[in-house]
């Protein structure tokens, strides 16, 4: 087997050490993204606490655009963020409820907290959460979500 040219080598360390280098297509690994089933699945998911990133979309050329966008995303904040897609035609209840009528749009679901009891007898089997949910309405890019994290105080990763 040929040894890789410098060049090579110069181009292979660039894209293993740059989160921004845009030449080529990253290797992403496995997808991150997680597809919304049951809205049980998703209120477990709020209980781990970490803040989810949910799309709702419809089939649409935006749509091809914005997964592309959501598995970065997914990558580059994982385990901090979570991100999740709703095909709505599927699950039209969960979507419904949203009162949106524009197609995809992405809400951000925040600082889950279990909520108190405030001194009334509640079912024990259910959990009552909290959740602030954000808009987004920011630029759909990689970009855009680490600006949004930011801006509103969402520990995106290690450094914050």
Same mark, same amino acid.
């Not at 039209?92 to 419904?96: A, K």
């Given at each position: 087997m040929e040894e890789p040219s410098f060049f090579d080598k110069?181009?292979?360390?660039?894209r293993e050490t740059s989160k921004y280098y845009t030449g080529y +297509?990253? @290797?992403?690994? +496995?997808?991150? #993204?997680?597809?919304?089933t049951s809205e049980r699945e998703f209120v477990q998911l709020l209980h781990e606490g970490h803040p989810i990133v949910v $799309?709702?979309?419809?089939?649409? &050329?935006?749509?091809?655009?914005? @997964?592309? #966008?959501? %598995?970065? $995303? $997914? $990558? %580059?904040?994982? *385990?901090?963020v979570k991100f999740m897609r709703v095909e709505c035609p599927k699950y *039209?209840?969960?979507?419904?409820t949203r009162q949106r009528k524009d197609y995809p749009f992405v809400e951000i679901f925040h600082s889950p907290q279990q909520a108190? &009891?405030?001194?009334?007898?509640?079912? *024990? &089997?259910?959990t009552k959460y909290s #959740?602030? #949910?954000? *808009?987004? &309405?920011f630029d759909t890019s990689v970009y855009g979500?680490? %600006?949004?994290? !930011? !801006?509103?105080n969402i520990r995106a990763t290690d450094q914050n």
């Open positions: 110069m181009i292979s360390r660039i +297509p990253k @290797d992403l690994g +496995p997808s991150r #993204v997680i597809h919304f $799309a709702f979309t419809i089939k649409c &050329n935006y749509s091809q655009h914005l @997964d592309k #966008v959501l %598995e970065e $995303a $997914a $990558a %580059e904040f994982y *385990p901090h *039209p209840g969960f979507c419904i108190a &009891n405030q001194g009334r007898i509640v079912d *024990p &089997n259910i #959740v602030k #949910v954000l *808009p987004f &309405n979500f680490r %600006e949004y994290f !930011k !801006k509103h």
